[in-house]
Structures are given as structure tokens and as C-alpha cells.
């Protein structure tokens, strides 16, 4: 059974103080490996889709590396409106549907 | 252009009525997805559309639910006799096409059953 586990579930940051957060997992076969951000109240907005172990993905703050177990999303020098959930998800070969982790949820102080 | 789009945005039921969640999905994306968001549990995986034939009905949790897709666009999801654990934000997701593209979400309906 293809599964994502998440860590850590909760983290508090202050403004400009970088860190990582971490996504693993067991999947038959990765068509692709997907970051999303979740406000509260809001559908979750794509941010990256990595497919290959090696690839890397950057966006203003946000970096996402893969391999073959992994995923890490790194944040360098967050903002207040960095603040969010940050989910996970995998497609696996042959399948249409993305499984998601739990999420970890990302509050950054001033 | 417009995002996805979902109705209503809120949905209050009593027990054992049944409901009807549309989702509007992207123009000219192909494949639509239903996926479930209970209270501290991650994003639930329902049942996929390509066009209006659903090859993928895995996730739906029991006979109650159904759901079906029209013109290749509209789709509506519908639980017949709800019952309270079925309490959860109901999100759709559409993409150009199904495999390794990545997924765009509606803001979701929540819905409470009482």
C-alpha cells in the first residue's frame, strides 16, 4: 500500500530563521511526487511536482529536493505569510489518484 | 482564467437526507477528481473522471456515495442517507491529463451532518 508520512506535524518559526520539512515515502513504482500549500478554509494550491530522484524545484522561498524515499521542502529566510500547511502527496505508476500525508503545519513568527 | 469551483460552500444536513456537492473543474481539463478531508485526517481519495467515464471509484467509502460527470465537465457527487461520520470537507481537483500532471483544487464544500 503506497503511504506519505510527514514530520514533523507542527513547526513554529521566527521570521528568517530557515528550515526543512520532511515528506517519506513507500510507493510501487513513483510517477510523481507533489507539494501543496493549504491556508485555512482554502483548497490546497499547487506548488511543485518532482519526478525523478536528484530533481530539485525552487520558488521565491520554497526549494523541494527527491529521493528515493524522500522529500524535503526547504525554507530559507521565512516570511509571517509563509504560514501555512504544507502537503505532500504521491502518484504511483498506474494510478491516477494522489495519496497524501497528513501535512505539516507552518507558523512563522515576526 | 477561472480556477475550479465548487457548490455550495457550506452544506448543513440532518441525518439520513441526501446531499447533492457540484464541482465546476478548469475549461479543457480532462480529468476531474473527488477527494475527502475529514478533521485531522489527511486528503481522502474518492473517485477520478476521464471525460465522463470514472475508471477509478476505489475511494469511494460505501454504496451511499455516487457520483457521476456530464459533457465532460460538471460533476456532482451525491450521498444518499448521510450519516454523521460523512462530516468532511469534500474537495474536486481537475488536470489536463490524468498521469504526473499536477492536480488544481476547488476551495471544497463543508459539509455537516447533524
Known amino acids: 500500500e503506497d503511504q506519505v508520512t510527514q514530520s514533523p506535524e507542527a513547526l513554529r518559526l521566527q521570521e528568517g530563521e530557515s528550515s526543512s520539512l520532511n515528506c517519506s515515502y513507500t510507493?510501487?513504482?513513483?510517477?510523481?511526487l507533489f507539494w501543496y500549500r493549504q491556508d485555512p478554509g482554502k483548497g490546497p494550491e499547487f506548488l511543485f511536482t518532482?519526478?525523478?530522484a536528484g530533481e530539485e524545484k525552487e520558488k521565491e522561498r520554497l526549494k523541494a529536493t527527491l529521493t528515493k524515499k524522500e522529500s524535503f521542502l526547504h525554507i530559507t529566510a521565512p516570511k509571517p505569510e509563509d504560514s501555512a500547511t504544507y502537503l505532500c502527496a504521491v502518484q504511483a505508476s498506474g494510478s491516477e489518484k494522489l495519496v497524501f500525508g497528513k501535512g505539516t503545519k507552518l507558523t512563522v513568527n515576526p | 482564467g477561472a480556477g475550479v469551483s465548487q457548490s455550495p460552500s457550506n452544506k448543513v444536513t440532518e441525518k439520513g437526507k441526501d446531499v447533492e456537492l457540484r464541482c465546476d473543474p478548469i475549461s479543457g481539463h480532462t480529468a476531474l477528481y473527488w477527494y475527502r478531508q475529514s478533521l485531522g485526517q489527511g486528503l481522502e481519495f474518492l473517485i477520478y473522471f476521464q471525460g465522463n467515464s470514472a475508471p477509478d471509484k476505489s475511494g469511494l467509502p460505501s454504496d451511499r456515495f455516487s457520483a457521476e460527470r456530464t459533457g465532460g465537465s460538471v460533476s456532482t457527487l451525491t450521498i444518499q442517507r448521510t450519516q454523521q461520520e460523512d462530516s468532511a470537507v469534500y474537495l474536486c481537483?481537475?488536470?489536463?491529463?490524468?498521469?504526473?500532471?499536477?492536480?488544481?483544487f476547488g476551495p471544497g464544500t463543508r459539509l455537516t451532518v447533524t
Open positions: 518532482l519526478y525523478s
Open positions: 481537483a481537475s488536470s489536463q491529463t490524468p498521469a504526473g500532471y499536477e492536480q488544481y
Open positions: 510507493v510501487s513504482g513513483l510517477r510523481g
